[in-house]
């Protein structure tokens, strides 16, 4: 089986042990006659999975079922930039958002149709090659929103703001699993999967009981929170396959060691990227100033003499690197390396950040 580097910020790399239960599951699920596609959310088969997909998030996660609700959902992160206010936000009420990139200027211009917003914090003046130093924190919001990993920008939190006991709402779409938090600070996280968890199609929301309890009820059925932790995220078909894959990736999260050792790996990994690009800083600009901002998902720099970029990615394909291409709002490059990337691609792509400097310099 060939393998490539695959460096796109998603939908991203998955481990091979998942892709491969994957497979077997969409030919026979288990021992059933029928493939995973096929079986009935209502039947036992399938509800072993996703219970048990829920129990393990959270424990991968290690925060308690007694305090806290899995939902798997649809619609993507840019679902829950309205769906978060939708059921939180009063016409009356205020938010703090912190304002770090593409993703949280969407889910700021959703949360206003619902409610006041107050920008707390923003590196836009700074084009987000940092991370805000200073946030302006509202005593009475309703929430805090922060984006933990900006795939875009390249920047990432690795602890998260005090909010003054403000209940605190993270966008961790695509950093979830791979750093060690303390999560139970948060009042709810959402994750788009097909970054660091799963394949596009299912949405992660872990949501604290006791604030899900102050909801609004005046919205339809089908957006309110309280209706899908009622029912286990089964008032509708769930997305079966999404949801197994989501579960074998905690699985092997498990085996690798759990957060911790997920944080490790990436911290190794990522280091050696960046290490790469430090060492010719007359040919290479880094996207991120602040060094201590610089995520470890999604790794984003410059070639500072643009007329190089197309040979650079000439000589990636060639090298069975794909997926470097920066976003189309921002150009340049970006190496993804998620949970499930491997160590020595980033070891190849460092060795060739170095051979093409010299090669070019």
């Not at 949280?104 to 130093?133: D, H, M, Q």
């Amino acid at each position: 089986m060939r393998r490539i580097y695959n460096f796109s910020a998603g939908p991203a790399i998955l481990p091979i042990p998942v892709l491969e239960a994957a497979g077997s599951a969409v030919v026979e699920f288990n021992g059933s006659g029928m493939s995973l596609l096929e079986v009935s959310h209502r039947g036992k088969d399938y509800e072993a999975v996703h219970f048990g997909a829920q129990a393990r998030l959270l424990s991968v996660l290690g925060i308690s079922a007694d305090e806290y609700s899995v939902l798997f959902l649809g619609g993507g992160a840019s679902m829950q930039f309205a769906q978060v206010p939708m059921n939180f936000l009063g016409k009356d009420d205020t938010a703090d958002y912190i304002h770090t990139g593409e993703w949280s200027k969407k889910a700021i211009g959703e949360a206003k149709r619902f409610g006041a917003v107050n920008v707390a914090g923003s590196s836009e003046g700074e084009k987000y090659a940092c991370l805000p130093t200073a946030l302006n924190l509202t005593p009475t919001a309703k929430y805090v929103h922060f984006t933990s990993n900006n795939t875009i920008e390249g920047t990432e939190f690795k602890s998260s703001p005090n909010t003054n006991g403000v209940p605190l709402i993270v966008d961790m779409s695509s950093d979830i699993f791979a750093i060690d938090r303390d999560h139970s600070q948060f009042d709810l996280i959402y994750a788009g999967a097909q970054k660091n968890a799963g394949p596009a199609g299912v949405t992660i929301v872990v949501v604290r009981k006791s604030y899900l309890a102050t909801a609004t009820d005046d919205i339809p059925a089908i957006l309110s929170y309280k209706t899908h932790a009622k029912a286990d995220s089964l008032y509708n078909t769930p997305p079966v396959f999404p949801i197994f894959v989501v579960g074998e990736v905690l699985k092997w999260i498990e085996a690798q060691g759990g957060v911790a050792a997920m944080q490790a790996h990436n911290e190794a990994k990522a280091g050696a990227i960046y290490d790469a690009l430090d060492a010719h800083p007359d040919f290479y600009d880094p996207a991120v100033t602040v060094k201590a901002d610089r995520s470890l998902m999604n790794i984003t720099f410059r070639i500072k003499n643009a007329d190089l970029e197309k040979a650079f990615l000439a000589g990636a394909q060639e090298r069975d690197m794909d997926g470097l291409k920066g976003h189309r709002s921002v150009g340049g490059f970006r190496a993804s390396v998620y949970n499930a990337f491997p160590k020595e691609g980033c070891e190849a792509l460092a060795a060739y950040i170095h051979e093409f400097a010299k090669d070019n310099g």
